[in-house]
């Protein structure tokens, strides 16, 4: 069985004796069982559970520069692009020759 917990790793029951702890736990605790889940570390460590790391937050300037026409970043995701597009159409415009090649 696994469970989502919000800024949590997922919670996964591998055992009957957990599942059975788990139902206990979510009975007593009723709507609060999330809320504990997320911020008690006597649970975390019952259960297992890892906490996941915040999410690195970019600034608006680096975000400028990560996004901007002129980054490295973005002129690799267009080079990447291009290169896409050009075997794309070479594999349409071969396909169409063979096509026509066995039609004659």
């Given at each position: 069985?696994?469970?989502?917990?919000?800024?949590?790793k997922v919670l996964i029951i591998r055992t009957w004796s957990e599942?059975?702890?788990?139902?206990g736990l979510k009975r007593f605790l009723g709507e609060g069982f999330q809320v504990h889940m997320q911020n008690n570390t006597l649970?975390?460590?019952i259960f297992g559970i890892e906490v996941e790391d915040a999410p690195v937050l970019l600034s608006s300037k680096e975000?400028?520069?990560l996004w901007s026409p002129n980054?490295?970043?973005c002129k690799a995701r267009t080079k990447l692009l291009n290169r896409t597009r050009l075997?794309?159409?070479?594999?349409?415009?071969?396909?169409?020759?063979?096509?026509?090649?066995?039609?004659?």
């Amino acid at each position: 069985m696994k469970i989502k917990i919000p800024k949590c790793k997922v919670l996964i029951i591998r055992t009957w004796s957990e599942t059975v702890q788990l139902n206990g736990l979510k009975r007593f605790l009723g709507e609060g069982f999330q809320v504990h889940m997320q911020n008690n570390t006597l649970l975390h460590d019952i259960f297992g559970i890892e906490v996941e790391d915040a999410p690195v937050l970019l600034s608006s300037k680096e975000k400028k520069m990560l996004w901007s026409p002129n980054s490295a970043a973005c002129k690799a995701r267009t080079k990447l692009l291009n290169r896409t597009r050009l075997n794309n159409q070479a594999e349409k415009t071969a396909h169409f020759s063979i096509d026509e090649c066995e039609s004659d």
